[in-house]
Nanobody, 126 residues
């Protein structure tokens, strides 16, 4: 079973920085697109940034130029460097595996989509 665990959240003052990490463990063959989402209480979860296996990135307009997504395919980690943080960045941040593949007990390649971590809280406040 694949597990997704986020870390790195916390309380930071406006203008500060945080680095979120997402670690993927378990038996899998290949990780495809991975992404960071965030959710404010009472609102829908929204895409912050994503990165394909090949390194193509996509950012929400609100974080362009401030946030940087990166991944290590060997270590199976995903990171989000967040700079110049604003109070409106306050949210629970979630790591998502858009798709991964694994071999089952019968050696058949299977595909799993939309696997989420438990989230990490980021609070930007003075």
């Amino acid at each position: 079973q694949v597990q997704v665990v986020e870390s790195g959240g916390g309380l930071v003052e406006p203008g500060g920085s945080l680095r979120l990490s997402c670690a993927v463990s378990g038996s899998l063959f290949r990780l495809y697109t991975m992404a960071w989402y965030r959710q404010v209480s009472g609102k829908a979860r929204a895409l912050v940034a994503s990165m394909t296996l090949g390194g193509d990135t996509l950012y929400a307009d609100s974080v362009k130029g401030r946030f940087t997504i990166s991944r290590d395919n060997v270590k199976r980690t995903l990171h989000l460097q967040m700079n110049s943080l604003k109070p409106e960045d306050t949210a629970a941040y979630y790591c998502k595996i858009e798709k991964f593949t694994y071999y089952d007990q019968e050696a058949i390649l299977r595909t799993i989509t939309d696997t989420w971590g438990q989230g990490t809280q980021v609070t930007v406040s003075s």
